[in-house]
Nanobody, 134 residues
Framework: EGHLAESGGGSVQAGGSLRLSCTASGIIWEDSDVGWYRQGPGNACDLVSTIGPDGNTYYADSVKGRFTISRDNAKNTVYLQMNSLETDDTAVYYC????????????????????????????WGQGTQVTVSS
């Protein structure tokens, strides 16, 4: 069983940038689909971005053109570069890999209940807080 650890969160002003990292341990990650979710004020986790083993990417409309996902398989790490941050980006950001039922392209996984999220993926991280102030 693997373990995912997010880092890189913090507090920034609107317009600023942060780079989140998600590092996997205990597993070989190069063949995994990896996604970033975020939880705002409510109980829902929204899919932000994903990257496949072949490098194919997905971005939610709300972050297109501002966020970039990438991976370094040698470091077992996936990154989320976040530029032009907005106050609406304030959230706890989680990474996850390999959905147990279906895949990240399923619309049912676009918005999920954060409480049940760990049961939907092979691995789910502990989250990192991002706070964007105006």
């Amino acid at each position: 069983e693997g373990h995912l650890a997010e880092s890189g969160g913090g507090s920034v002003q609107a317009g600023g940038s942060l780079r989140l990292s998600c590092t996997a341990s205990g597993i070989i990650w190069e063949d995994s689909d990896v996604g970033w979710y975020r939880q705002g004020p409510g109980n829902a986790c929204d899919l932000v971005s994903t990257i496949g083993p072949d490098g194919n990417t997905y971005y939610a409309d709300s972050v297109k053109g501002r966020f970039t996902i990438s991976r370094d398989n040698a470091k077992n790490t996936v990154y989320l570069q976040m530029n032009s941050l907005e106050t609406d980006d304030t959230a706890v950001y989680y990474c996850a890999d390999d959905p147990i039922y279906g895949d990240f392209s399923d619309t049912a996984l676009r918005t999920i209940a954060c409480k049940t999220a760990p049961t939907l993926f092979d691995n789910w991280g502990q989250g990192t807080q991002v706070t964007v102030s105006s």
